[in-house]
Nanobody, 126 residues
Framework: QVQLAESGGGSVQSGGSLRLSCARA????????LAWFRQAPGKEREGVAA???????SYADSLKGRFTISLDNAKNTLYLQMNNLKPEDTDMYYC????????????????????WGQGTQVTVSS
């Protein structure tokens, strides 16, 4: 059974930074795509960033330069470094996984992923 567990969320002031982690367990695929999504109540889940096991990355255009996705295979952990946070970044953040390498155009579409964590809340105050 694949399990994804996010951590690292919290409350921070505008301009601050947070690093989210997503620990993977029970994941035995050789290649896969991992991603971060975020969602506010009543809104659609939004793709933030994605990374494949070949190291290729994809980012939402609006977040490039502030957010960085990375993968530590030795620790089975996915990260999202978030800098210069803004109040509009306040959301529940989820990690997701799918076997294989998604084509770039599909990596930030939540419908493409079949494994999800429970989410971690990020709150940015002005």
């Amino acid at each position: 059974q694949v399990q994804l567990a996010e951590s690292g969320g919290g409350s921070v002031q505008s301009g601050g930074s947070l690093r989210l982690s997503c620990a993977r367990a029970g994941y035995h695929y050789t290649t896969y795509t991992l991603a971060w999504f975020r969602q506010a109540p009543g809104k659609e889940r939004e793709g933030v960033a994605a990374i494949a096991t070949d190291g290729s990355t994809s980012y939402a255009d609006s977040l490039k330069g502030r957010f960085t996705i990375s993968l530590d295979n030795a620790k089975n952990t996915l990260y999202l470094q978030m800098n210069n946070l803004k109040p509009e970044d306040t959301d529940m953040y989820y990690c997701a996984a799918i076997p294989g390498h998604l084509y770039y155009d599909f990596r930030l579409r939540h419908s493409q992923y079949n494994y999800w964590g429970q989410g971690t809340q990020v709150t940015v105050s002005s």
